[in-house]
């Protein structure tokens, strides 16, 4: 059902066509570049906190993790993230699918400026074996409200 909300979702906004479905897992980084034969940086993760009780998206780079001083001073709170089980009561989809697409409209959906180095990017499209190609101004175009932070950090 998730990849369905997903796709629907996208629909709206003419992006449909975009959608990868794959014959292998894409739940993680690694084997969503794997299945698209891209770099991991081009895979936007979605990341889920909760942020004053408010479930709040992080869509990042794939080679960045949340760098806890820059959340802390963008939030004026510790980064706290949703465990798996309550990720999918949260956003509408479970962990592997996490995506910024058909979610609830009470989720806060921030875009990191990790984004901002790549002409295209690939999130997940609400299962663990999907994925959407979208530029930049696509990503932002589909997703009116969200809003941009600066929260992460390449990994070393």
């Not at 959340?71 to 910024?100: D, I």
């Not at 875009?111 to 002409?119: G, I, N, Q, V």
């Amino acid at each position: 059902m998730s990849f369905e909300t997903a796709a629907a979702y996208l629909q709206k906004y003419n992006l449909r066509h975009r959608v990868k479905i794959f014959e292998v897992s894409s739940a993680t980084v690694a084997q969503a570049a794997q299945a698209l034969g891209c770099a991991e940086e081009l895979i936007a993760k979605t990341l889920a906190f909760d942020v004053a009780g408010k479930t709040t998206l992080i869509v990042a780079a794939g080679d960045c993790q949340i760098d806890n001083h820059k959340f802390k001073e963008t939030f004026h709170a510790k980064a706290k993230m949703l465990s798996p089980a309550e990720v999918p009561a949260a956003t509408g989809h479970a962990v592997g699918g996490v995506c910024p697409f058909g979610v609830p409209d009470a989720v806060d959906i921030c875009l990191d400026a990790s984004l901002k180095r790549f002409e295209k990017i690939y999130p997940a499209c609400g299962s663990g074996n999907s994925a959407v190609e979208l530029k930049i101004g696509e990503l932002e175009a589909c997703l009116p409200g969200c809003r941009w932070v600066d929260v992460c950090r390449q990994k070393k």
